[in-house]
């Protein structure tokens, strides 16, 4: 299952190995940063194709040809990703332009494999090797497995918080006031009630509304939390632990106990930890299928 080990080396150069100073390439020199993402990608396919030459042999001259289609496949579709970015801007286009770029990339490894196999396409097995996967009853090769288990940890970490990202960007505490720093929004109604020289009550209504300022976690402290946190559910889940999700949520919520009094906090934390447990369980609901 080479396309296994290719979409591993794909979800690597497109999350792990995509730094900020990459991205940022690609907004002021999009030819240069695209070359360079490319080339990055191109180098752990053929460092991925030797190994698995190595271990199981093979045509050579195919496993290059499907490095080259691959590599340049990816050119095309992150060009048309990036142009289309641009002219749609709201939170639903940007999340379907993630996952449909994400799912052609995805087909683009699979569909060049299997044209390019020597065997030719066998369709007739896609669907009982997926049903047994599902059953935990397929019959892994070591090397497979361990690129579906490297799969699932970098869509469950990485590629998840790149989506929570896109997903929460419109719901976040606004950052606006300096740089390093996020403002909460809160409003209150208080009744201040006096007596009057006559001895008569008086009552006043006031609205109140204050700002917290709170200096942002230093090198994306709450990104990678996240990622622990999707990747402890995902343990949980294979080694039949359910029960320390509880654990996790409260210890969680311990640290931010303070800030649930402002609304706007409390809507971001409630969607982004639902949203990162969903994307947890069910990867660790595959990996358990996979490890099993």
């Keep these: 299952m080479i396309w296994l080990w290719l979409l591993a080396g794909h979800l690597a150069g497109d999350f792990v190995l995509q730094s900020d100073k990459l991205v940022r390439l690609k907004e002021t020199n999009l030819l240069r940063g695209l070359t360079a993402h490319v080339f990055?990608?191109?180098?752990?396919?053929i460092v991925i194709t030797a190994l698995y030459w190595g271990m199981f042999g093979g045509s050579v001259f195919l496993l290059l040809c499907t490095v080259a289609v691959i590599s340049i496949l990816h050119l095309i579709i992150d060009f048309l990703k990036v142009v289309m970015s641009r002219k749609l801007k709201s939170v639903g286009a940007q999340i379907f332009l993630f996952l449909t770029d994400q799912s052609v990339h995805i087909f683009v490894i699979a569909g060049t494999v299997f044209i390019l196999s020597p065997g030719g396409v066998q369709w007739e097995t896609v669907y009982p090797d997926l049903a047994a996967v599902a059953q935990g009853t397929y019959d892994w090769h070591y090397a497979d497995r361990?690129?579906?288990?490297?799969?699932?940890?970098?869509?469950?970490?990485?590629?998840?918080?790149?989506?929570l990202g896109i997903?929460?960007?419109?719901?976040?505490p606004k950052d606006d006031i300096q740089k390093d720093h996020y403002v909460?929004?809160?409003?209150?109604?208080?009744?201040?009630?006096?007596?009057?020289?006559?001895?008569?009550?008086?009552?006043?209504?006031?609205?109140?509304?204050?700002?917290?300022?709170?200096?942002?976690?230093?090198?994306?402290?709450?990104?990678?939390?996240?990622?622990?946190?999707?990747?402890?559910?995902?343990?949980?889940?294979?080694?039949?632990?359910?029960?320390?999700l509880a654990f996790l949520a409260a210890l969680k919520s311990l640290t931010r106990f303070k800030q649930f009094d402002n609304k706007q906090f409390a809507e971001y934390y409630l969607t982004g930890t639902i949203a990162s447990a969903i994307i947890g369980l069910l990867i660790g609901i595959l990996a358990a299928a996979v490890i099993q």
């Excluded at 990055?40 to 396919?45: F, N, Q, S, T, V």
């Excluded at 917290?212 to 080694?239: A, F, H, N, W």
Aim: hydrophobic share 40%; proline share 2%; glycine share 8%.
């Design 146 to 163: 361990a690129a579906a288990i490297v799969c699932l940890v970098i869509t469950g970490t990485y590629a998840a918080g790149y989506f």
């Design 40 to 45: 990055i990608h191109a180098g752990l396919y």
């Design 167 to 172: 997903l929460l960007q419109n719901v976040a």
């Design 184 to 244: 909460i929004e809160n409003e209150r109604t208080e009744v201040r009630t006096k007596m009057l020289p006559n001895g008569e009550r008086e009552s006043e209504i006031t609205t109140v509304k204050s700002e917290q300022l709170y200096r942002d976690s230093p090198q994306k402290t709450g990104r990678y939390i996240g990622m622990l946190e999707r990747l402890l559910i995902m343990i949980l889940l294979v080694t039949q632990l359910s029960h320390g």
